[in-house]
C-alpha cells in the first residue's frame, strides 16, 4: 500500500474509497482483486478507524471457518433467525444479498489476501430470543497477525485502546486472557503468557508498541499488508474538499491536505465507507435506522461535518440505482 501525499496520487483511478476501517479497506481490496486501480483517502493520521479498535468479530453465517465448530447451520435458520432480529428495520433484499454474498467473500479473503479468520468457539449470537439462534459458527475472528514484516507500514495502523491491553499496551484477545487467568493452574498457560510478556517487552524496546496485533487491529493490519501487496494508493490526513459531477454522476474528487490540493479523476466509482454513523449529530440519509443518538460505539471516531456526509451521500445515491427503495426516497 504505497503511503503517498496528494501531490504524488495518481490523476485518474478507477476506485475511489473514502475511509479506511473494515469497510473501506475491505471494498478497497475486493476492487484491486478485480484488477482496479485504488486510491483510499483517510481523514486522520492512522488506518483502521473504528475497526482498530473493535473486537474485530465479524458475523458472518455459513462460512466453512464457521462450518469447523458447527456443521449444522442452515440457511433457512439463519434468514428466519434474522428477518425475526432485524424485523422491518432492513430490507429483506439486502439481508439475503448479505447472507448470499458473505461466505464467498470471506473465503476469497482467505484464499487470496493476508486477511485469516478463525471461529469462535463459543459466541451465541446476540439476539437469543428469536428462532433458531446458535451457540456458535455464525461469529468469527481475525486471527492475531504479526506485524514485525511490515516495516514502517506497522506504525499506519491505530494505536489499540487501553481497555484491550494489559501492561501498558500489550494487546490480549480472548484466549489470551484464558491463559492469563490460568496463568498459575496450567503450565501450558504459564508458557502462553510468558511468552506472550516476553515478545511484548521486545517489541515495546524495539518498535515502540506490541506489533502482534489482535482481533479488529489485526483485520487492520492483515487488510493494510494486503492492500500493500496489491498496490492501492493510500493518503492520510486529508479532507475530500468537493466531488466533482457530471451528468448526476460522481467522477472524481478534490482533495486537501496540509493546505495543498489536489484532483483525481474515478472513472468506476466512489465509495463512502467513513463509518461513525453512531456517533453523527443527525440521521443518515442511507440509515434510517440511525437516530443521530450516539449507539454501542462510545469509543467509535465520529465523522466530520455531517453535512458533508449528507451531500456525498446524496450524490452517491444520485448515481446508485441498486440501494433499497427507502434511501432514495430519503434523498
Ligand atoms: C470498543 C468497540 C468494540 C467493537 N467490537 C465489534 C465487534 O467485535 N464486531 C463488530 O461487528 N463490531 C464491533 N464494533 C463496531 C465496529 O467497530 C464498527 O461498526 C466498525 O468498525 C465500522 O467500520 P467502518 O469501516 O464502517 O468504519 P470505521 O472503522 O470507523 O472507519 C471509518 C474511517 O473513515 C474515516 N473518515 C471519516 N470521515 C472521513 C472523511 N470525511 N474523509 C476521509 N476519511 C474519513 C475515519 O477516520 C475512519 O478511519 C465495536 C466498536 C467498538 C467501539
Not at 125 to 148: F, K, M, Q, S
Not at 186 to 203: G, I, Q, T, W
Amino acid at each position: 500500500m504505497p503511503d503517498i501525499t496528494i501531490d504524488r496520487a495518481a490523476p485518474v483511478y478507477d476506485v475511489a474509497v473514502i475511509g479506511s476501517g473494515a469497510a473501506g479497506l475491505a471494498a478497497a481490496v475486493f476492487a484491486a482483486l478485480d484488477g482496479a486501480k485504488v486510491l483510499v483517502v483517510e481523514r486522520t493520521d492512522h488506518v483502521g478507524g473504528t475497526s482498530a479498535l473493535s473486537g474485530g468479530t465479524v458475523w458472518a453465517p455459513m462460512t466453512r471457518t464457521g462450518a469447523t465448530v458447527n456443521g449444522g447451520d442452515s440457511r433457512a435458520d439463519v434468514s428466519a433467525f434474522l428477518d425475526s432480529a432485524v424485523g422491518n428495520f432492513g430490507d429483506k433484499a439486502m439481508r439475503e444479498a448479505f447472507l448470499d454474498a458473505a461466505p464467498e467473500a470471506i473465503a476469497t479473503l482467505e484464499d487470496r489476501t493476508k486477511v485469516a479468520f478463525r471461529p469462535c468457539p463459543k459466541h451465541p449470537d446476540y439476539e437469543w430470543d428469536h428462532p433458531h439462534p446458535t451457540l456458535n459458527g455464525r461469529a468469527i475472528e481475525p486471527v492475531p497477525y504479526d506485524t514485525r514484516a511490515m516495516g514502517k507500514l506497522r506504525e499506519l495502523v491505530r494505536p489499540p485502546i487501553a481497555e484491550f491491553t494489559v501492561l501498558g499496551g500489550m494487546n490480549i484477545d480472548r484466549i489470551d486472557i484464558g491463559h492469563l487467568l490460568n496463568r498459575y493452574k496450567s503450565p501450558a498457560s504459564f508458557l502462553h503468557v510468558a511468552k506472550l510478556v516476553a515478545r511484548y517487552m521486545h517489541d515495546r524496546a524495539r518498535y515502540g508498541r506490541h506489533a502482534r496485533l489482535v482481533m479488529g487491529a489485526a483485520l487492520i493490519g492483515r487488510l493494510i499488508d494486503t492492500a500493500m501487496d496489491l498496490g492501492i494508493d493510500l493518503v492520510r490526513s486529508t479532507s475530500v474538499a468537493a466531488l466533482d459531477s457530471d451528468a448526476g454522476e460522481v467522477t472524481g474528487l478534490q482533495l486537501s491536505a496540509g493546505g495543498r490540493t489536489a484532483r483525481v479523476a474515478v472513472k468506476g466509482g466512489v465509495i463512502l465507507a467513513t463509518g461513525g454513523f453512531g456517533r453523527s449529530q443527525a440521521p443518515s440519509p442511507i440509515f434510517s435506522h440511525s437516530s443521530g443518538k450516539e449507539a454501542s460505539g462510545s469509543r467509535a471516531l465520529p465523522t466530520d461535518g455531517k453535512s458533508w456526509l449528507a451531500k456525498l451521500s446524496f450524490a452517491l445515491l444520485a448515481t446508485h440505482r441498486d440501494l433499497p427503495d427507502r434511501a432514495r426516497q430519503s434523498a
